[in-house]
């Protein structure tokens, strides 16, 4: 909380306007395109981060694919997340957000511009209709994302394991997978610090639909997601160097590790 409000206080002239934007392209945002749209909440979001003292530092944004039509799969630690991303991405993108941040004052409004959708967890029914929605705008080229611990990790650069039904809209979809790792994120309004603060965000290299297209069953997908989960936390810890050069890695041993379960039930049969 006291960094924001130093966000709002160090850009006090700035403040008026980007909310009568933000809620003008809100409120009409059939109006405006999507890279429109993109490019207001970048300038919100990085006066936003100067005036918060927070820098953002992206790597591996050569990995996001040139063509559109892809979904991020970040690690989940608070609510500046989809901020610190929206900085480091040249790409427009929208996301899947659960129902208890949908109407937090300014989230609600920059969902709204990224036209983002809001899932009830609870509601089983709106929650498939979410993933039917998502998956036909991606065949259509949009880009989203989706937190695929389903909720925030409480313990800082300590991710939770991933559940595998975060990734149906884009095996439905037959699109890239862009795993993301964030860290640090959860400094930004978790901690009370107002102190300069630096932020990591980590776009590596996706996974392709005919790298996945055989592999990801639902029992599949829960257990890629244990593994990628468990690298997380380990690689975390060890720094960016080691995430970049072994996060591939872990998902080659998690696919070797399918194939030789269906290696064994085929000779089961």
């Not at 960094?3 to 006090?12: E, Y």
């Not at 932020?199 to 593994?227: A, C, N, S, W």
């Amino acid at each position: 909380m006291k960094r924001i409000i130093m966000m709002v206080l160090r850009n006090l002239l700035f403040v008026p306007w980007g909310w009568f934007m933000l809620n003008r392209y809100a409120k009409n945002v059939d109006n405006y395109t999507e890279g429109e749209r993109y490019a207001l909440l970048k300038k919100i979001v990085r006066r936003a981060n100067k005036g918060g003292n927070i820098t953002v530092q992206s790597y591996g944004v050569e990995n996001i694919p040139n063509e559109n039509g892809f979904m991020f799969y970040p690690n989940h630690q608070g609510l500046y997340d989809v901020l610190a991303i929206v900085d480091a991405c040249p790409t427009p993108f929208s996301v899947v957000a659960k129902k208890e941040v949908g109407n937090v004052p300014f989230l609600k409004q920059v969902f709204t511009c990224m036209k983002a959708y809001i899932m009830d967890r609870e509601d089983i029914r709106q929650s498939m209709q979410v993933i039917l929605d998502v998956t036909k705008e991606v065949k259509a080229g949009r880009n989203y994302l989706i937190f695929a611990e389903g909720t925030r990790s409480k313990n800082g650069n300590h991710p939770l394991e991933f559940k595998g039904g975060s990734f149906k809209a884009a095996t439905k979809a037959r699109c890239p997978i862009v795993p993301v790792a964030l860290i640090d994120t959860y400094k930004a309004f978790d901690t009370g610090s107002i102190e300069p603060l630096t932020v990591q965000v980590h776009f590596l290299k996706p996974m392709h639909y005919e790298e996945y297209k055989d592999k990801l069953t639902e029992e599949d997908l829960v257990e890629i997601g244990r593994l990628q989960g468990r690298f997380m936390k380990a690689s975390m810890t060890r720094g960016a160097k080691f995430i970049e050069k072994n996060f591939n890695d872990a998902i080659q041993q998690a696919s070797g590790l399918l194939d030789g379960l269906f290696e064994e039930n085929e000779d089961e049969e």
